[in-house]
């Protein structure tokens, strides 16, 4: 299902603010090479219908628990629409409006549609996802790994879809990352703070990884999902539009989308909240050519890039977002970041020709953080931020506000170009660094770095910050 449609401009045009050729010898973002356009809904090969109604507190009996009733059901219709450019359908049946599964596989050439109204969700049972030969699922353990994903999609021109009109409500798909394991006392989300307050790895799966080529998530709602929300690895073109993922700030490591090894990437028109990163752009292999756009992120981690930066990464446009520092409860972020660039000597890698058009950040306390020191891990892969420009950036309402603009050493400095930059809080680390500045209320100092005055065009931009929307 690959969509082409709007062509990938050298010239970003955007509140006031005009992009084109270079900044301080930069090279300008241009994004995804792909024509991007709204997905459009396939005709339906099968339809599911529900045989369970959504019970207000998102849990079923003891023998459902166990032994999720849709899952076969899913499956089959999955395995008989496999490649017919088709949907399956997952559809209401009077006051039944649920269906509860164990892990799905989404093959090439079809779409799995839930329809608006209706809650696919995921099972409770860690026992269903567990992975033959790796930790167990659903337990902290000296490693990770353990479980397999809800949702699996493998196979070119594949779909998730949860709307069948392209407005309004949405499908719903529930990881319930929340709610007391199958035979167990503790969610996953209980699971996860253990990790973190005791040590070792929480074992729980991702909501979706797909590992496939001309990916499309749209118009869909997820929420509380167990560990990672939206994976997408090693494969070229991947659109995500209309996307709402709605978890508690609280709920570690559940990141909203993310990229590893990918190319050709569009991240557009969606509303994130989570526990960790908004968007987070990983490059654990070779990485290039994506568009982060028109996205509103809250209480999350921020709009980020790495800490996998090792296999490289280029040409990355992130243009009209807005982050806000707290969730739509009024949480605010355990990690409160607006622009992010994060790597270490572990991990790191080239970063270069990445640009940031009109970004609109709202009690965030670190504005831009370019930090190559993002753990104390040590290696030989050292991080180097090259072609860096953000033009357009207005913070309002931080919280001790502050900025890192730090380069990893004197041979790998941090490159950067700072246009149109009005921010509320101008406290300012920096190192190491080569600054462009123009019309900017920064004044970057410090050890190794050096400013100097670009050519520029353009005005700050003029922000608003929309409620995250009702599910």
Known sequence: ??????????????????????????????????????????????TVTSTLPTPASRTFSSTQEATPPDTSRIQSALNSCLGTGKAVQLAAAGGDTAFLAGPLKVGGGETLLVSPGVTLFASSNAAQYQIAGK????????????????LTVNGANAAIMGTTTGSGSQGRIDGRGDITLHGGTESWYQLALDAKNNGGHQNNPTLLTATANDF??????????????????????FTAWGVRIDTPDTAKNTDGID????????????????????????????????????????????????????GGLTNVLMTNNTVQGTDSS???????????????????????????????LTGVK??????PFYTSATGTKIPSYTDIVVNGV????SVSGTSVLEGHDSTHPLGLTLENVSLDATATTAR????GVFDTDLTPAGTGVTVSSVAGSGSVPTCTFPAFPAL
């Open 216 to 237: 499309t998530l749209y118009d869909v709602d997820l929420i509380d999902s167990p560990f990672f929300h939206v994976a997408f690895r090693n494969a070229d073109g």
């Open 135 to 150: 930790p167990t699922c659903g337990t902290v353990q000296s490693g990770d790994g353990g479980c397999t994903s809800f």
């Open 394 to 397: 207005k913070s309002v309402s």
């Open 432 to 435: 190491n660094a080569n600054i």
């Open 1 to 46: 299902m690959r969509v082409w449609v709007l062509p990938a401009v050298i010239a970003v045009i955007a509140a006031g603010v005009v992009l084109g050729g270079s900044a301080q010898g930069a090279t300008l973002a241009t994004g995804d090479s792909r024509q991007v356009s709204q997905p459009v809904v396939p005709a339906v090969c099968a």
């Open 259 to 310: 990229t590893f090894g990918a190319a050709d990437v569009t991240i557009t028109n969606s509303f994130i909240q989570d526990g960790d990163d908004c968007v987070a752009i990983k490059a654990s292999a070779p990485s290039r050519n994506i568009t982060v756009s028109n996205n509103h992120c809250y209480g999350t981690h921020g709009l980020s890039i790495g800490s996998e930066t090792n």
């Open 366 to 371: 670190r504005l831009l953080d370019f930090d």
């Open 330 to 360: 009024g949480t605010r972020s355990s990690d409160d970041n607006g622009i992010r660039i994060k790597s270490d000597s572990s991990r790191g890698g080239a970063v270069t020709q990445i640009t940031y058009v009109n970004t609109c």
